[in-house]
T-cell receptor, first 115, second 112 residues
Framework: AQKITQTQPGMFVQEKEAVTLDCTYD???????LFWYKQPSSGEMIFLIY??????QNATEGRYSLNFQKARKSANLVISASQLGDSAMYFC????????????FGTGTSLTVIP | NAGVTQTPKFRVLKTGQSMTLLCAQD?????MYWYRQDPGMGLRLIHY???????AKGEVPDGYNVSRLKKQNFLLGLESAAPSQTSVYFC???????????FGDGTRLSIL
């Protein structure tokens, strides 16, 4: 089974609108962390936001927020007020703490912001 | 402001050749990682290290070896390159296992 599933290969959003990128995960480890990374066309990987499995509140970082629904095993990224520079690939990732720090990435979602 | 530096940035090998990719970080991070990124498959963890002198297998370790003799360096070796190892390789480092990873710019490796 896939550890991280991103079901949206491509998404479009109008500039200044909000967009949600979906991520579901599969783990039996009670201690885990969820990450979102952005990869622009230039290729570098940029960290966006982190949510720990024991965190009570949803993580927020500027225009990024993580909609963490533990029971549903989902960790969706919400980008508010989209900008043209947000056009990129977005990857959801998970770290399992009790299996030796294994990291798993999803296949990514390509986001295009339309002017 | 170097962060994580990968050497080389591009390389073309013939099947059966060997090579070593170098990753260097100047942030005094304990954890270092090697990933490969293939089209449509996201990043997959090859090997990682939780400190100087330690290494561990990731999701796709076969055909690769690593060494972490110094805290700041993490080497990825291909003993006998195969076309299936054509990929973009990323190195990353983090302060702890739950800290954000800082990535290098990647190495594009083609094996003919």
């Amino acid at each position: 089974a896939q550890k991280i599933t991103q079901t949206q290969p491509g998404m479009f959003v109008q500039e200044k609108e909000a967009v949600t990128l979906d991520c579901t995960y599969d783990t039996s480890d009670p201690s885990y962390g969820l990450f979102w990374y952005k990869q622009p066309s230039s290729g570098e990987m940029i960290f966006l936001i982190y949510q720990g499995s024991y965190d009570q509140q949803n993580a927020t970082e500027g225009r990024y927020s993580l909609n963490f629904q533990k029971a549903r095993k989902s960790a969706n990224l919400v980008i508010s007020a989209s900008q043209l520079g947000d056009s990129a690939m977005y990857f959801c990732a998970m770290r399992e703490a009790n299996t030796g720090n294994q990291f798993y990435f999803g296949t990514g979602t390509s986001l295009t912001v339309i002017p | 402001n170097a962060g994580v530096t990968q050497t080389p940035k591009f390389r073309v090998l013939k099947t059966g050749q060997s090579m070593t990719l170098l990753c260097a970080q100047d942030m005094n991070h304990e954890y270092m990682y090697w990933y490969r990124q293939d089209p449509g498959m996201g990043l997959r963890l090859i090997h990682y290290s939780v400190g100087e002198g330690t290494t561990a297998k990731g999701e796709v370790p076969d055909g690769y070896n690593v060494s972490r003799l110094k805290k700041q360096n993490f080497l990825l070796g291909l003993e006998s390159a195969a076309p299936s190892q054509t990929s973009v390789y990323f190195c990353a480092s983090s302060r702890t296992g739950s800290s954000p990873q800082h990535f290098g710019d990647g190495t594009r490796l083609s094996i003919l």
